[in-house]
């Protein structure tokens, strides 16, 4: 009442009617706060079928933050807005302008700027006394100091002002003459009383056209309209360039309501979704910087952050025991990941469980979980994928959580424009670590909801610059002859399993920005990935990432890898402790300052005396013509102690007579398959690993080479 034309008879008629006949223009809606409301309902619809926030339906680029001025009445509470690190005060005063208490506020935080709310409470007549009184304050400006504050811009003024409910009062003629008067400093824009967004957005334009700030504000809506005022505020501030503070710090009225703006914080806005609407397949969340979990991670990002590491918590096993920890299926739902981040920014030690184990392992896994006692500050607990033997539990730390996303920032760096698709489980690292590190940093995730989908998967690629996937993903998406990786896609981190040689030829074939990386549940994901600069180069090098230390063998003689790593877990829920020095089951070696690795020690085959890498050997049999992967391992044999036995998936293409003859001239005898069995596909675990054990069972054939 008083500050708009509408009435709420008006609005839910003006609402209504629209309802009824939504075809028509949202021009049409004589109603500003109803074309706010309806607008608001409609972008946001389509910003969550479009992966996207409110703010980038406004513009294509968004600010990722915007500080806030504080209303405070007091002293004390200038000081401790300031405390939490305002940096503009705003301070309601009445007729008299209240100059003492003013005054004193700048005394109690005289490094933030003031902007002084008259709300046309103030005389014509004294006006301009009142403005030469607060000349020598740092005053951004008065708003709206008295009713036709748009008249006093005629002449010169002591003080600047702002428009604030006058701006729907002007004639176009009135407003341009504002726009232009050097005593103007700002325009306060309220979408529900100038009519909406796409209203406030061609002001706002106008307004920084002629040299003027512009600040977006609220007329104490609930949480849906003070956040879409927040993402216009953010659309506008990234369009312009503008880091002017914002008037929406969280007003009381809010305390009322159960629902929370989620971007709002004491002292600024952050970049988050507008949920308005349910999401079906997919989610993007982008909580920003005031709102992220302190998992002890800086980030590593050319604009949005100083490079200066937050502590990063020793990840050593500590005798005390923390809280049980939850356990969660991880299902591939916004749900899930939306649980997740609530629990890491609460502290509450969470076990994720993948949600296509067989009930038994899910159950076995589950009793694990409850039975044991964690090592102090454990964030998660994560299971081994089970490919050589049961399943473990790893207890890992916020300490090396926050390692873990810091080193992989600064391997590949962060742009303002980065999405990245998670089509991983987050019940194991790789899929969590995608969760962490976009938590921290506050990027989007790009989430393929439900089982993996090749069709579904390409969809969203489209709109992502990072992606991970573990190579049988990236033999699907190969496998469509006319799928091309799209144009903003700069990295696919490729790991989980060794891909082949032939895998890593056909994916640099296509342009696919691959870079392949070494890992384990132990370290929480990655420790060594190929130089981004190097992307979709098939021989590209593994480096370290910074922080990992590593000892392994030589070319000639591999041995078991070693590393001490702050992203080092703390112990098995055992008890057996991991961290501060792990010893892996892979061989491999170090040259050049690039790690290479074998294979697992317990898969290698000894034939005759012989060694024989597995994985050396399925690089050659998946190079055949008209094989698409093979899994490679040993078959008891009285004679030579082991042969080698091999999975093969094939296609239509494939012959076996021409493949051995490939085989007898590309591996010595003792390395080649003696037994063989053929598969539409190889089986695999839900990881997306290749399930050596239920290979091994196939019903093989033996293979006789020519002599």
């Known amino acids: 009442p008083g500050t708009s034309s509408d009435s709420l008879d008006d ?19 004589h109603s500003p706060s109803a074309r706010f409301a309806l607008e608001t309902a409609v972008l946001s619809a389509r910003a969550s079928i479009q992966d996207q926030t409110l703010a980038d339906i406004l513009t294509t680029r968004p600010a990722t933050a915007l500080p806030c001025a504080v209303v405070v009445d007091d002293p004390a509470a200038a000081r401790r807005a300031v405390s939490q ?18 005054i004193a506020i700048h005394h109690a935080a005289p490094g933030a700027t003031l902007r002084i709310d008259a709300n046309r409470s103030w005389s014509r007549a004294l006006t301009r006394p009142l403005l030469h009184a607060l000349a020598d304050l740092p005053i951004d400006f008065v708003e709206e100091p008295c009713p036709d504050a748009h008249e006093l811009l005629t002449d010169p003024l002591p003080c600047p002002i702002a428009l604030d409910e006058s701006l729907v009062m002007l004639t176009a003629a009135q407003l341009e003459t504002a726009l232009h008067a050097p005593g103007l400093a700002a325009l306060v824009l309220k979408p529900t009383l100038l009519g909406g967004l796409h209203a406030c957005l061609a002001l706002a334009a106008r307004g920084f056209s002629a040299g003027k700030a512009v600040v977006v504000t609220h007329t104490l809506e609930g949480p849906i309209g003070t956040g879409a005022c927040a993402e216009l505020a953010l659309a506008i501030a990234g369009e312009h360039g503008s880091k002017v503070p914002a008037g929406l710090a969280p007003h009381p009225a809010l305390a ?12 600024g806005i952050r970049r988050i979704l507008l949920r308005t609407t349910p999401r079906l397949d997919q989610l993007v969340v ?33 005798t005390a025991a923390s809280t049980a920890a939850r356990v969660m299926v991880a299902s591939p739902t916004a749900a899930t990941l939306d649980a997740i981040r609530i629990a890491l920014d609460g502290r509450v030690p969470i076990a ?9 392992e899910l159950a076995r896994q589950r009793a694990l979980v409850e039975s044991a006692e964690l090592p102090a500050d454990t964030a998660v607990v994560l299971f081994t994928s089970g490919s050589t033997g049961p399943a473990r539990g790893v207890a890992i730390s916020r300490g090396a959580l926050g390692a873990a996303a810091t080193g992989s920032a600064a391997h590949l760096g962060w742009r303002d424009d980065d999405r990245w698709l998670l089509a991983l489980s987050t ?32 969809v969203l690629l489209a709109g992502c610059t990072i992606a991970s996937l573990v190579p049988t993903q990236l033999a699907a998406l190969l496998d469509d002859p006319a799928w091309r990786p799209p144009a903003r896609l700069r990295a696919v981190l490729l790991g989980g399993a060794a891909a082949s040689p032939a895998l890593l030829e056909r994916a640099a074939a296509r342009g696919v920005p691959f870079l392949t990386t070494y890992g384990l549940t132990e370290t929480f994901g ?10 979709g180069e098939p021989h590209a090098p593994l480096r370290l990432l910074a922080s990992v230390e590593l000892i392994a063998g030589t070319r000639a003689e591999p041995a078991l890898i070693a590393i001490r790593a702050p992203m080092l877990a703390t112990a098995y829920l055992d008890g057996e402790p991991i961290a501060p020095r792990f010893t892996t089951a892979d061989l491999g070696f170090v040259e050049a300052d690039a790690l290479h690795v074998i294979g697992r020690a317990d898969d290698v085959i000894v034939s005759g005396g012989e060694k024989v890498h597995p994985s050396v050997i399925e690089a050659e049999l998946a190079a055949t013509p008209g094989v698409r992967s093979a899994c490679v391992f ?53 990881s997306g690993k290749v399930d050596r054990q239920r290979a091994s069972l196939l019903p093989r054939h033996g293979v006789r080479y020519p002599r």
């Open 11 to 29: 609005a839910v008629a003006a609402i209504a009617a629209f309802a009824a006949d939504p075809s028509g223009s949202l021009e049409a809606v």
């Open 85 to 102: 690190g305002a940096q503009c005060l705003k301070i309601k005063v009445g007729s008299t302008g209240d100059l003492d208490r003013v």
């Open 256 to 267: 009322g309501w159960s629902d929370t703006v989620e971007q709002l914080t004491p002292t």
């Open 286 to 318: 982008a909580p920003a910087a005031d709102a992220r979990p302190d998992f002890g991670a800086s980030r590593t990002t050319p604009r949005r952050v100083s490079p200066a590491e937050r502590p990063v918590a020793s990840t050593a096993a500590s």
């Open 352 to 360: 994720l469980l993948h949600h296509r184990l067989p009930e038994a």
């Open 427 to 458: 019940a194991h690292a790789g899929g969590l670590a995608i969760v962490v590190r976009c938590h921290a940093a506050g990027v989007p995730i790009v989430l393929l909801e439900g089982n993996f989908d090749r069709d579904r998967c390409a």
């Open 526 to 535: 990655q420790i060594a990935t190929a130089p981004l600069e190097r992307a």
């Open 634 to 686: 040993a078959v008891d044999d009285s004679r030579w102690g082991q042969t080698v036995g091999a999975v093969l998936a094939v296609d239509d293409g494939f012959d076996e007579e021409r493949a051995m003859a490939c085989w007898t001239t590309a591996l010595a005898p003792h390395a080649r398959p003696r037994e063989l069995a053929i598969a539409a596909q190889l089986p695999l675990l839900p």
